[in-house]
């Protein structure tokens, strides 16, 4: 039977998946997606990522028939290479910047200056790095000499793609995904990158779903994989999980809501003068290059943090009982805990009322919620909402959540790995499927949520 790899590169975690011809998930490992502190600034583990992959790709070849591979990681991201390295190695010239790093701040007036407008790019100014040009505009700055070594500039996904075929590629997704990279309004390239002279750097964009070829031969010494394991050319993450709905519902409108470190809402179907540059939201560009309203926060990051000054922990059980005390007595978390992204980024976090140090896990829900429920109402969404990924192991949140849109459908994907089916899909891309296999949340019979939800919208709006 012939399998597909899947290579999933989270913020937190990096997983490797092989699916069946069913596409159902057979095998599944992961590891931490540490953040390298030494050097010039903090880094990407790009290393002990390639490692690690060839060592745990070298454990299954002899069990499983590998035939296909594609890759998936999160935005905001890309790798400066020079081409003509040898083979093997990483061929970066300068280390992969962490997107959460403060360093590139150093350039933020001066690259104000040359930031395209967001009618433009829809793209917001973001903190840190999460604008991925305003990484390139540092880098260049701050390390002329070894920016000017750069042949090409690659997109997170085509990095890997690069590194395991030595076919380089662009690809849509990546390309816009709040990167001031990618003009929404033009369907091209951004005024910044012809202004910085980049668009040379970049390779041809070719669709997420493009076959690069084989494996090179060293990968596939390495590995045991097939000599004619085909590579294709990869996407970004959240767009991944789009991509089964966009095929699911056609021109109907419709909602996913992506979870993980990141919680992203994208609606099909949303006017893109509906967003708001003040509050996280934003255009992606899905994998037919539609652009999609979005709206940002980072659930899964605030969960932890407010988990970690509460007590509890992501994936612990949630007491409906503790719920129901916190909106009784309108005790509630109000942002930010991400350090300034999302809708209320910058605003001094805070807790309202007197909550126990064992209600961190029942606080994070209801934040959360909130937190959803308010971007959706932000965003005008339509019609039917998808959840997808890490909140699915939070199915009160889930249900909570349609207890507040009581006029809208809430469904939960009954795969936790979405955004990996998402991915498959590019390997096989002539027999994609449109159905998907869900389930709806029950809406909770929680009393006085809806005043809640009105006490905590004035609390943090005042």
């Not at 690690?52 to 998936?72: C, E």
């Not at 010239?93 to 962490?98: K, Y």
């Not at 991400?338 to 934040?367: C, V």
């Not at 809406?443 to 005042?462: I, M």
Request: aromatic share 10%.
């Amino acid at each position: 039977m012939s399998h597909c790899l899947v290579l999933d590169i989270g913020k937190t975690n990096v997983k490797l998946h092989v699916l069946n011809s069913k596409r159902q998930s057979v095998f599944s490992e992961s590891r931490a997606n540490k953040v390298l502190l030494e050097g010039d600034y903090p880094h990407t583990d790009v290393e002990g990522i390639w490692i690690w992959m060839i060592s745990v790709i070298g454990r299954l070849t002899d069990k499983l028939h590998i035939s296909r591979m594609s890759i998936t990681t999160h935005g905001a991201t890309a790798a400066l290479i020079n081409r003509n390295t040898v083979d093997g190695s990483s061929g970066l010239v300068l280390p992969i910047l962490d997107y959460e790093s403060n360093k590139v701040d150093q350039s933020e007036l001066e690259y104000a200056k040359v930031k395209p407008a967001f009618s433009e790019t829809y793209s917001p100014s973001l903190p840190a790095g999460l604008n991925l040009a305003k990484q390139l505009f540092w880098l260049q700055k701050t390390f002329p000499d070894k920016f000017s070594e750069a042949t090409d500039i690659l997109m997170y996904p085509q990095y890997w793609a690069w590194r395991l075929t030595g076919q380089r590629t662009s690809e849509i997704t990546s390309l816009g995904c709040h990167t001031d990279l990618w003009s929404v309004k033009e369907n091209t390239f951004s005024s910044l990158v012809t202004h910085m002279q980049w668009q040379t750097l970049f390779p041809e964009i070719q669709p997420a779903w493009t076959n690069l070829g084989s494996v090179n031969p060293q990968v596939a010494k390495q590995t045991g994989l097939p000599d004619d394991c085909q590579v294709f050319a990869g996407i970004h993450d959240s767009n991944a999980s789009f991509l089964r709905y966009r095929l699911h519902n056609q021109t109907q409108p419709f909602t996913v809501i992506s979870t993980g470190t990141w919680t992203i809402l994208m609606s099909s179907g949303v006017p893109l003068d509906k967003l708001d540059s003040r509050q996280d939201m934003l255009a992606n560009m899905d994998v037919m290059a539609t652009p999609i309203a979005c709206a940002r926060f980072m659930g899964g990051r605030e969960y932890e943090a407010i988990c970690a000054q509460l007590g509890g922990a992501f994936g612990d059980p949630v007491d409906p009982i503790q719920i129901q005390h916190l909106i009784d007595k309108k005790y509630m978390a109000l942002p930010d805990f991400s350090d300034g992204s999302g809708p209320f980024g910058g605003r001094k976090a805070e807790f309202i009322g007197k909550i126990s140090a064992n209600q961190g896990t029942a606080i994070a829900t209801l934040y959360c919620a909130m937190m959803i429920d308010y971007q959706l109402d932000r965003l005008a969404a339509q019609n039917s909402i998808y959840i997808e990924g890490a909140f699915l192991q939070n199915p009160l949140m889930c249900s909570m959540l349609a207890q507040l849109r009581p006029q809208q459908d809430v469904w939960l994907s009954a795969d936790a790995t979405g955004t990996v089916q998402g991915c498959a899909y590019l390997t096989d891309w002539q027999s994609v499927p449109s159905a998907i296999e869900l389930k709806p949340a029950v809406p909770t019979k929680f009393s006085g949520l809806g005043d809640y939800k009105k006490h905590w919208l004035t609390s943090v709006l005042q």
